[in-house]
């Protein structure tokens, strides 16, 4: 099988690709980004890389999409902070209108999952999970994008994933964790939104990838995470602990956009591939460190 990866120069979608590779398929890496030099397509048997847009007019994308046996489109404008006309102009292009192309590109019949945001939700409320069932309550043009998109796929079999806060090598540099573990590595104070007693339910990246792939051909929606909330205080312990460093903490208002507390019903999850991703923080958070030092050297 071929499968199409949008977004696989990303954090995700660079964990999905290896995946995928490992599992002996054949991937067609899609991003407007070359893939990092360490991680060319020459040095990887099974990947093809196109370095495109997919909202471009472009024969090869075509050509990708209507040969695939799997699409998983990752691609999309991340980040809950940016605020202002740009910001929102550039959300619905990635986001939605993006998201729309890649529909109108897959075939019908060909398994198709979307990455959506935990985000969509709002938060966790009163403790309680978030399960997929719930009513949306999107705060912020990040998350009210998402679900734009989400409203596009109705009518249409496919996957729409709501991955909680996923972490590991590579995580994205604008991601708590990777600002923290930078900050402890400088001697800088760990900047926290809110109170360190706010939690996440974090996912390894791997298991997420994994988990990804064991969803294929699901029709309808499920949450990627643990099931487990982590406080902040927690994430910020094991950032100490990997480093080796005494941190110290500046905290600062949250912005609006930002839930308390966020926590991922599984239920459904466990139901279609059978297990529920566990995450062992300090090791997870080494792993992160550890990846940094290196991307520090190829960079």
């Known amino acids: 099988m071929t499968a199409i990866v949008t977004g696989a120069a990303g954090f995700i979608g660079r964990a999905l690709t290896s995946a995928l590779l490992t599992a002996g398929e054949l991937v067609i890496g899609v991003d407007r980004r070359p893939p990092p030099a360490h991680e060319s397509p020459a040095g990887r048997p099974g990947l093809t890389w196109l370095t495109a847009d997919v909202l471009d007019d472009d024969d090869r994308l075509s050509a990708a999409f209507a040969a695939a046996g799997a699409v998983y489109h990752l691609a999309g404008r991340p980040g809950v902070r940016e605020r202002g006309p740009a910001a929102a102009r550039a959300r619905h292009r990635d986001n939605v209108l993006a998201g729309a192309r890649v529909l109108a590109l897959t075939p019908r019949a060909v398994p198709l999952l979307v990455a959506s945001s935990s985000s969509v939700y709002g938060g966790a409320t009163d403790g309680r999970p978030s399960a997929e069932t719930d009513p949306l309550r999107p705060a912020g043009g990040y998350?009210?994008?998402?679900?734009?998109?989400?409203?596009?796929?109705?009518?249409r079999q496919v996957t729409i994933v709501r991955p909680f806060t996923v972490a590991g090598e590579g995580q994205r540099p604008d991601m708590a964790l990777s600002l923290w573990l930078a900050a402890a590595r400088e001697g800088r104070p760990l900047r926290v939104l809110g109170s360190p007693e706010r939690t996440r339910d974090v996912t390894d990246?791997?298991?997420?990838?994994?988990?990804?792939?064991?969803?294929?051909?699901?029709?309808?929606?499920?949450?990627?995470?643990?099931?487990?909330?982590?406080?902040?205080?927690?994430?910020?312990?094991?950032?100490?602990?990997?480093?080796?460093?005494?941190?110290?903490?500046?905290?600062?208002?949250a912005p609006p956009a930002e839930p308390a507390d966020s926590l991922a019903d599984t239920r459904r999850l466990r139901s279609i591939i059978g297990w529920t991703p566990e995450t062992d923080l300090l090791e997870l958070v080494r792993r992160q460190h550890d990846a940094a030092l290196v991307g520090s050297d190829h960079g």
């Open 205 to 253: 990246v791997q298991q997420a990838a994994r988990a990804l792939i064991e969803l294929t051909g699901f029709d309808g929606t499920v949450n990627l995470g643990t099931g487990r909330g982590r406080s902040l205080r927690a994430m910020i312990g094991a950032v100490a602990e990997a480093t080796g460093t005494r941190v110290r903490l500046e905290i600062v208002p």
């Open 143 to 155: 998350a009210r994008s998402k679900a734009a998109f989400e409203l596009l796929c109705r009518g």
